[in-house]
């Protein structure tokens, strides 16, 4: 079941705050970190110019979220070089989506951002 309008909406602004400040503006056209709201998750990727052909865009997938709405707990995942969604063992529930941006960003085993 996906999100409420509300909740798309409420969610939206939280992960739209971390994405418009994660890298400096100079260098937005370069490379800027976005995000997907689908169904009950939340998906954060990094943007930029394919290396072959810098005319096009590539996206590289950096984190998930998903709502568990029984256990009212976020699911996290990350995406390991076979290009699959593995469960983030350090932390593999939080409860919030402030929590969630808290441990991308601090990314303490390099599995994020690298």
Not at 25 to 35: G, M, Q, S, V, W
Not at 64 to 71: D, L
Request: proline share 4%; with cysteine; aromatic share 16%.
């Amino acid at each position: 079941m996906a999100f409420s309008e509300f909740e798309s909406i409420r969610f939206g602004k939280i992960v739209k705050a971390y994405c418009d400040n994660k890298y400096p503006a100079h260098i937005r056209n370069e490379l800027y970190l976005d995000y997907e709201i689908k169904d009950q998750g939340i998906i954060l990727f990094t943007v930029r110019p394919r290396w072959n052909n810098p005319s096009e865009t590539m996206k590289g997938m950096i984190a998930k979220a998903t709502y568990v709405k029984s256990t009212k707990a976020w699911k996290l995942y990350w995406q390991r070089a076979d290009m699959k969604w593995h469960g983030y063992k350090p932390k593999p529930e939080v409860d919030s989506v402030e929590e969630f941006i808290e441990v991308v960003e601090a990314d303490e085993h390099g599995c994020f951002y690298g």
